[in-house]
Nanobody
């Protein structure tokens, strides 16, 4: 069983930045494919970004050039640096770790509003 705990969400003005963190349990963290997803009110959960065990990254078109996913295997942590935030980025952001099966965190709220 893998446990994931997200943090770093909050209220930010349009154009601002936030960095989300997700700490995972488990001794094979370096093998996980890690990802960030988000779910806005009334909408389905959607893909934001992933990073593989080798460090390859992939992004949704809506966040390319603004968001950066990274990982620190020594700290069992995956990050999502979010810059130039827009009101449409408002959502609950979820961390996902996959090793044979997917595991999800509880989510952290990000609100972009003036």
């Amino acid at each position: 069983q893998v446990q994931l705990v997200e943090s770093g969400g909050g209220l930010v003005q349009p154009g601002g930045s936030l960095r989300l963190s997700c700490v995972a349990s488990g001794s094979i963290f370096s093998m996980y494919v890690l990802g960030w997803y988000r779910q806005a009110p009334g909408k389905q959960r959607e893909f934001v970004a992933t990073i593989t065990s080798s460090g390859s990254t992939n992004y949704a078109d809506s966040v390319k050039g603004r968001f950066t996913i990274s990982r620190d295997n020594a700290k069992n942590t995956v990050y999502l640096q979010m810059n130039s935030l827009k009101p449409e980025d408002t959502a609950v952001y979820y961390c996902k770790a996959t090793w044979a099966v997917p595991y999800w965190g509880q989510g952290t709220q990000v609100t972009v509003s003036s």
